[in-house]
Nanobody, 124 residues
């Protein structure tokens, strides 16, 4: 069983940066691939970024490519999402998720555990 807790969200202005963290209660190193998703008001949850078990491979949604960076520190059981050049359309609740069997998937069904989410609001 893995529990995920996101933090680092907040209210920022367009162009600002934020770093989200996802702390895992269990050991995720070399066991779980990780992903970030987001859900804006009135919209379905969408894939943002993913990172492989070792952290050597990453994948991004086109909408965030070049602005967001996913990383992981397996020694700390923590995954990060560095978000730069934020736009109003990045406003959403951001969720981290863990997958034991599939890395890089854009499908929610491939992920076994989810955090409760952290709100990111970008004002224009």
């Amino acid at each position: 069983q893995v529990q995920l807790v996101e933090s680092g969200g907040g209210l920022v202005q367009a162009g600002d940066s934020l770093r989200l963290s996802c702390a895992a209660s269990g050991r995720i190193a070399s066991t779980y691939a990780m992903g970030w998703f987001r859900q804006a008001p009135g919209k379905e949850r969408e894939f943002v970024a993913a990172i492989s078990w070792s952290g050597g491979r990453t994948r991004y949604a086109d909408s965030v490519k070049g602005r967001f960076t996913i990383s992981r520190d397996n020694a700390k059981n923590t995954v990060y999402l560095q978000m730069n050049s934020l736009k109003s359309e990045d406003t959403a609740v951001y969720y981290c998720a863990a997958s034991k069997t599939s890395w890089g998937s854009r499908s929610e069904s491939e992920y076994d555990y989810w955090g409760q989410g952290t709100q990111v609001t970008v004002s224009s």
